[in-house]
């Protein structure tokens, strides 16, 4: 299961993180958020050791998402070096999930 960050662990485990972040912006409430999170679980098991996932519920960290811009979810930021690198809204596939999060954080 992807792991969830919150306001209190976001700096060392997105910013501070050696390797590429993809963060899930989302919603327990949101359709298609539940939707993608099956493919973040399985990017997340495939990608170990070269990229990290995590996921952002924007009821329980309301501040990230204003912070970062989210208007709509499911939206889906790369960050590597505590700078984002990748931005997209919307669901993907895993294949998009993995060039995405890989692609970007070069």
């Known amino acids: 299961m992807t792991q969830v960050v919150t306001n209190d662990d976001f700096a060392s485990v997105v910013l501070q993180s050696d390797k590429p972040v ?7 409430w949101c359709g298609p958020c539940q939707g993608l999170a099956p493919l973040l679980d399985e990017v997340s098991n495939e990608l170990e ?15 990230l998402a204003q912070e970062y811009g989210v208007m709509s979810i499911p939206t889906l930021k790369v960050f590597k070096g505590g700078e984002i690198v990748g931005d997209h809204v919307g669901g993907m596939s895993k294949d998009g999930l993995k060039d995405f999060v890989v692609g970007a954080g070069k």
């Open 22 to 28: 993809l963060v899930d912006f989302f919603a327990p």
């Open 49 to 63: 050791g070269e990229a990290i996932v995590v996921k952002v519920d924007i009821d329980q960290s309301p501040e």
